[in-house]
């Protein structure tokens, strides 16, 4: 029997919540709600907050809610209670200990997934309330420790992992090395002016995932795509400053994105499998700038590899051999329908695939997403108990032979790499390139 | 500044390399980059199994490194790469590697006049700038927004002035980053540093700044303009004065100030990205009037012209007259000059160019794969397989055209002068 969430909220300690919340005042509190509420919000705002007639109807769409047994502190509009209505009623004038709780709920119990809105007979985007309260809470100085590390990473090296601007470049020049290796006249062409794709990354490919970047530059060199990567900031797209409502610096990092691809004069960016960074690039960060669409394409990598797929450029060599599932990100599906474009790669270069239930649009999240995973380990064990109902769909599509999960979003990964390990499910987890690059046919590749 | 009078500009045609015979001759050729004045084209190429070198109008550098990178030429026509041998990394000049070597160098930077290069360095996990192989004095965990001044003279870069452990998120909010100029830390420390420019005679410098994790404004020579913004962009000096200019966010929309006072009398949705003429007297900029529509305005007045998707490469005339630049709408690319779109459509241009005398804007477009050049909105039907700017001999009434030609059996490199007055008739 899962523990109440009253309970469980007791059980995690945030340096970065706790010090910020010893911050404050009421006075403050209501000075700065007040003026977020009056300076940035508007009809959207109060149309989603007057609209609600507490129909609960988008209970059914929260994997928090159904991972703790219907428990409606877990609800969507349950979390909406709990958080800007209450601000509103009150018209701001709520104790620190209200702020804590609203942000440690607001951060930490929705991964901002938009799968309630499709639940909700209007429409409402929850996601955009929770998002309106983490901007409450940055600006009163109560974020999560891990969280708000990020986002001064990505404030002071434009990127999320505090890579510095060297470690980038010997990064590119390092893989360009390996990947010679296999492909003598493979490049990763750095500053390449007028090329036409500018392939962009996340921080913690270059710190951590390198290889992925490998098995892009394999890809790209096979296709024969003309490409470039930047030498200079610009190069990650990722985002936690959208996450935490630290606007301001989220517009920087997308000005950054932008005009690195603009410098180079390239006709589209490419960007790796991420969610939450096409998000911003696509979404959120081009239109705090002014841009109401990316002033450059942006092509996902699902929507890429299909491109490639069925242009010819890519062919298959061998079929992956263990029948996989498909997750379905919450950005690159519900926030620009790349699913079934993913399955057409997937079986193109799979013998089988098991779909789990419910997928696509409908699909459950990761629970990492949104920013959650990024609060680092003060909430791991509320993620994953946030996501049992993920455990049990994906031991569904276990149970009817499916022993490997394509998740085409690094904190998809992360998440289910944690759910997956918990309960035991006895899963691999892969990027969709992993298997391209597994099994595609590598023209001119060494022997061996 | 260079003098393009040195330049050869007697009305002719020359094919400078035969690329057909690199490629027979290298197994591996990177993409060229030419002179300045055209005189020269280079490219790295593979010399050998895990060996890079330079070619240069068809002659090899002597010394082959194991890598070479950003290959550029200076302004005044040396030839400048970023190589690695054994290990560590310093510039080659023409072929002659700096005596000192780091661990790691990038963002070269040269002179207006090219005599000056400038690079970041980092050796044993410190980082620094070097200028002609001279580092600064002083070291600094980490380093970024590296810029010099004109002369190349002096440079400044955002630096860390303070460690923290990563996490530490209160050190961080008091303040940990500075400007350095010429390796000397400012005395006063910022949550963040960005980007930054250093005056014209290079005594001075002005950075964009947060000074608490919510407040943002502009610093120059480490003391603050009096007013916080909710973000800033890039501070410009004037050309000829010590004032400096940034356009800056107040009250949800942009503006432009100069010395923390505003100068235009209109906000705008955005502004970025501004330019001054020769004298200091004109200002241009990027502007968003409206959200999603995009322009150029000059000394705050928008075009009525504007572009949806974006407006790019901000130009003005020396005298300040003339403004051009980079718009795209619906996927496709214009030029548009004085709030004049060509005629034409691009798949891709370049920024524009005006002659010395502003009577003559050309610039660099794509169309179908190929290069064109584009002069006072007539699109030139010859195109390239590679093309760079256009430049104007000092009168202007002469274009030098630098491009690579191909055919069936070619691929030459050719320097071009031709009469301004027979493309346009």
Redesign the interface.
Known sequence: MTESAEKIKKQFIDKGIEKGVEELTPEKIEKTINKILKSETGARFKAYVETCVHCGLCSEGCHYYLSHDKDPAFSPAGKVKQTIWEIVKTKGKVSPEFIKQACEIAFTECNLCKRCAMYCPFGIDVAYLMLTMRRICHMLGVVPQYICDTAHSHASTMNQMWVKDDEWIDSLIWQEEEAREEIPDLRIPLEKEGADIFYSVIGPEPKFRAQLIYQAAVIMNVAGADWTMPATPGWDNSDMCMFIGENEMMGRLKKSHFEAAMRLKVKRIVMGECGHAFRSVYDMGNRWLGWKMPPIPVIHALEFYHELLTQGKIKVAKKFDKAVTFHDPCNVVRGRGLHEMGREVTRAFTNELIEMHPNREQNLCCCAGGGVINCGPPFKMKRIDGDRIKAEQLFNAKSRGASTIIAPCHNCHGGLEDIVHHYGLGMDIKFLGDIIYECMEKPGASEG | MVDLDAWDWEVDKRMIADLRQWKEQF??I??PCVSPDGEKIAAVVQSGEMEFSVCENGTVWESPFD?V??LRYTPDGRLVGLVSDTGTWTVAVDGEAWEETY??V??TQFSEDGKNITV?A?SGME?FAVTNGTPWENKFS???NLAISRDGNHSAASV?TISIS?????S?RKGC?SVAVDGEPWDTNF??V?EMDISADGRHVAAEV?TT??D?TIAVDGKTWPETF??VWKPKFSPVTTSVTASV?K??VWVLMRDGRQIWDRSF??L?HHVYNADGTKIAAIV?PK??R?TMALDGVPWSLTF???V?DAVISADGRRVGCVG?EN?VYFIAVDGIRWNDTF??A?KPVFSSDSAYVAAKV?KNGRYFLALNGKFLGHGFKSLWDPVFSPDGKKLLVRGIEDGPDKEQYHRKVIKVSDILG
């Open positions: 197994e591996h990177e993409e890598k990178w950003y661990d790691f990038w963002n970041a980092q980082y980490f380093m970024t860390q990563e996490g530490d998120i209160w961080f980053f949550v963040n960005w947060r994790i919510y943002f909710q973000a966010r009250n949800g949705v955005q970025w968003a959200y999603g995009w949806g998707d974006l790019t795209k996927g798949d891709m370049w794509e």
